[in-house]
Nanobody, 124 residues
Framework: QVQLVESGGALVQAGVSLRLSCAASGRTFSRIAMGWFRRAPGKEREFVGAITWSSGITYYVDSVKGRFTISKDNAKNTLYLQMNSLLPEDTAVYYC?????????????????WGQGTQVTVSS
């Protein structure tokens, strides 16, 4: 069993920064990459960004490029999402996910394991 637990979600004002964390635990598995997705109210879950676990290469959706940064701490088995200059449209439940196979990084169907999500609300 693999557990992913997100934390750090909050209600904040537009323009501020917030950092989400995702702690992984449980059985060891071959981790190719981890990603962040989000689901805004009334919308489908969408890709935010991903990082390859061995080389640290990052990928982002255009709407967050330059504002969000994904990082990882292999020793702590933890994934981070640093979110700067938050906008009201960033309001969503944020999920972390892990994939153990090669393939596209922006498709949620490629990810094997998911956290329960953490709410980020950005007020204007």
């Amino acid at each position: 069993q693999v557990q992913l637990v997100e934390s750090g979600g909050a209600l904040v004002q537009a323009g501020v920064s917030l950092r989400l964390s995702c702690a992984a635990s449980g059985r060891t598995f071959s981790r190719i990459a981890m990603g962040w997705f989000r689901r805004a109210p009334g919308k489908e879950r969408e890709f935010v960004g991903a990082i390859t676990w061995s080389s640290g290469i990052t990928y982002y959706v255009d709407s967050v490029k330059g504002r969000f940064t994904i990082s990882k701490d292999n020793a702590k088995n933890t994934l981070y999402l640093q979110m700067n200059s938050l906008l009201p449209e960033d309001t969503a439940v944020y999920y972390c996910a892990a994939k153990s196979t090669f393939g596209s990084y922006d498709s949620q169907h490629e990810y094997n394991y998911w956290g329960q999500g953490t709410q980020v609300t950005v007020s204007s």
